[in-house]
């Protein structure tokens, strides 16, 4: 069984995983009820914890958001918005990024499948996606959708998310605890998935 443990091991995940900003995450992950491993696998997947990182869409910094997405947000949530510029900050961009975030997960019920999917790949696709037969078990569900991208990017965020809650000291879910509708046996094999976790992240 794989085993992370010591601080040695904790160090070398530091690298590649690391914790940067855990004071504004946790506000701002606390403010909205979201895990803040969640908001670290997602970081670490949009921008490789870049704060200036720059999309050919135009999305900025660390959550990679859109100019036009932070002015909906702006208008909608009271926010003060400052201009692209302001997106390429840490404490305004992970402000913005979590507000959506809390934004997508009230909109799919908490399902982090869903919610990765759409914001990956938006709202209006995994509408129409939700609406085509397909399986409805989650991990079938993921490898069924027709953007290679979103297949890639809700397992790979979920992988990280387990990463950073070991990083962060939490208690360590599992990715199949993580996604809801899985069958009950998987949902329990946490060593299972904890491997699959590693291995994603490699």
Not at 6 to 11: F, K, L, M, P, S
Not at 41 to 54: C, D, H, I, K, T
Not at 158 to 171: C, N, R, T
Not at 176 to 183: L, N, V
């Amino acid at each position: 069984m794989l085993t992370l443990a010591g601080e040695a091991t904790r160090q070398t995940y530091s690298l590649r995983f690391p914790l940067s900003y855990v004071p504004l995450v946790r506000e701002h992950a606390q403010q909205h009820a979201i895990d803040p491993a969640l908001v670290y696998g997602l970081m670490r997947a949009e921008s490789a914890m870049n704060p200036q990182a720059v999309s050919t869409a135009n999305a900025r910094g660390l959550m990679q958001v859109t100019p036009g997405t932070a002015r909906s947000l702006a208008r909608r949530h009271g926010l003060s918005y400052r201009g692209s510029a302001s997106l390429l900050q840490a404490d305004t961009n992970i402000a913005f990024g979590t507000t959506y975030l809390a934004e997508m997960l009230q909109r799919y019920a908490g399902d982090p499948v869903k919610v990765l999917g759409a914001y990956n790949a938006g709202p209006q696709v995994i509408e129409r996606w939700q609406q085509e037969p397909r399986p409805q078990r989650p991990d079938i569900w993921i490898e069924t959708l027709p953007y290679f991208e979103t297949r890639d990017y809700i397992p790979r965020v979920l992988a990280f998310s387990v990463i950073y809650d070991w990083l962060l000291h939490q208690e360590v879910t599992p990715i199949s605890a993580r996604m809801p509708g899985m069958p009950a046996a998987l949902r329990a094999s946490a060593a299972t998935s904890n491997r699959r976790a590693v291995n994603c992240a490699q």
